[in-house]
């Protein structure tokens, strides 16, 4: 690659719209392969399990969108109750009046 005269996408967007795990089209991910690839292979240098949210559970089958919505990956909230108030609010057995802490319950 020539600093200045083309961006790894110029050459490599077969490989971007062909990826399925995650799919980064859909994921809306950054089209900078450096920001997660090096240029001799494309294994991740990223590691989800080293950040402060490991995925575990049903975590690891969720699509990276369902979280990082619009590929937005910084100021991810990683309290349960962040995303999963829709939950809260709509249990009805037994109603919600338990506690926000659902650390507490799994
Ligand atoms: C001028 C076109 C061009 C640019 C710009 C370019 N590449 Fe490539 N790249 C290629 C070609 C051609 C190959 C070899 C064929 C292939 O694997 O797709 C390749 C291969 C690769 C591979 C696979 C290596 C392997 O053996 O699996 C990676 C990873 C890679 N490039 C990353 C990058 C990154 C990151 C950038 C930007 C910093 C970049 N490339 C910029 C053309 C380019
Ligand atoms: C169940 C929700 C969830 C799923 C699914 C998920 N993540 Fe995350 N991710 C998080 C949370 C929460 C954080 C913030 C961790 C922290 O505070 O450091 C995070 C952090 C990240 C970061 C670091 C962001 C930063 O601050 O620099 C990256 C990159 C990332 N995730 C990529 C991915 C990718 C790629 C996938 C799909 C393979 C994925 N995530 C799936 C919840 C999720
Ligand atoms: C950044 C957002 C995010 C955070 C933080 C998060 N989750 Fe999730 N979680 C999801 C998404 C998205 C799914 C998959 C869609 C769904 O089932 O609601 C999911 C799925 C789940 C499921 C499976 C639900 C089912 O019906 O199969 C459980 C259980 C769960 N989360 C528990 C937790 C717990 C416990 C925490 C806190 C330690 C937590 N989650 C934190 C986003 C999040």
Redesign the pocket.
Known sequence: ??EG????I???LA?YNGTTDPDHEAAQMSTK??EC??????DATFDHQTTAFPLTGQHVQTACQQCHIGGVFEGTPSQCIDCHLADYNGTTDPGSRGGTDVDSLS
Do not use: I, V
């Open positions: 690659m020539f005269t083309s961006q790894c110029d050459c490599h490989d392969p450096a690839h090096t240029t001799s292979n494309w």
